[in-house]
C-alpha cells in the first residue's frame, strides 16, 4: 500500500497481516473513489478515521493536508500507526486505541466536529444486535460530529442494506466497487 498522492507521497505503508492480523484492506479503487469525490486537497479539514485498520485512509487524507483523529482497538494495528505518526513525524494526527462506539460519544460530548467521517469496520462485526457499519451509523446520526456540510462515507458489504437517513444524516450517494458499496450521507437540511 503506498499513498497516492500529497506530501506523504509515494510512501509505502509496512502492513503485514501475518504480524498486524488479517484486516480487509480498502482497495486502491475505492480509495481512489472516496478522495477523487473529497479532492486532491484536504487542507486544514478535520478527517475522523473509525476503524483505522492498515491506517490507509487516515494517511492518505493527513497526505493531503487534513487534521486526522484515527482510532483502532486492534493492539498490533495500532501500534503500528503510533510507530509511522512517530515515524514520519507527523503533526495533526491523532490517533487512538479505543472501539469507535466509544470514540465517537466522547469526541460528540467534548464539542468535536468534523469535515469528513469515515466509517469502515469489519464487515461481520456486530454491536447492540445490529451489524456494526449500521450501528456507528446510528451514533454518527444521533450526535453532533460532522459539521454543516460534512460528509461520512460507510464502507460496508454489498449484502448490507443501510437506511436512506439516521437521526441528522441522510444518504446522498451510495456506489458499488465489486462486494463492497461506499454509502455517502451528510447532515438533512
Known amino acids: 500500500m503506498r499513498i497516492i498522492t500529497g506530501a506523504l507521497r509515494g510512501r509505502a505503508i509496512p502492513f503485514n497481516p501475518k504480524r498486524s492480523g488479517h484486516v480487509r484492506v480498502t482497495s486502491d479503487r475505492l480509495k481512489e473513489a472516496v478522495f477523487d469525490i473529497l479532492?486532491?486537497?484536504?487542507?486544514?479539514?478535520?478527517?475522523?478515521?473509525?476503524?483505522?485498520?492498515?491506517?490507509?485512509?487516515?494517511?492518505?487524507?493527513?497526505?493531503?493536508?487534513?487534521?486526522?483523529?484515527a482510532t483502532e482497538p486492534d493492539g498490533r494495528r495500532h501500534g503500528l500507526l503510533k510507530r509511522l505518526v512517530r515515524e514520519w513525524e507527523l503533526p495533526d494526527f491523532e490517533l487512538y486505541a479505543l472501539k469507535a462506539q466509544v470514540l465517537m460519544p466522547q469526541l460528540a460530548s467534548a464539542g468535536r466536529r468534523f469535515e469528513v467521517a469515515y466509517v469502515d469496520p469489519p464487515y461481520d462485526a456486530t454491536w447492540a444486535d445490529l451489524p456494526l457499519s449500521r450501528a456507528l451509523l446510528q451514533v454518527a446520526g444521533d450526535s453532533d460530529l460532522l459539521e454543516p456540510g460534512g460528509r461520512l462515507f460507510v464502507q460496508h458489504s454489498r449484502r448490507l442494506d443501510l437506511p436512506e437517513g439516521s437521526g441528522s444524516l441522510a444518504l446522498t450517494r451510495r456506489r458499488t466497487y465489486g462486494d463492497t458499496d461506499l454509502s455517502e450521507y451528510a447532515p438533512a437540511g
Open 39 to 69: 479532492g486532491s486537497s484536504l487542507e486544514g479539514q478535520a478527517f475522523l478515521d473509525l476503524c483505522a485498520g492498515s491506517g490507509q485512509m487516515a494517511l492518505e487524507a493527513h497526505s493531503r493536508g487534513a487534521r486526522v483523529t
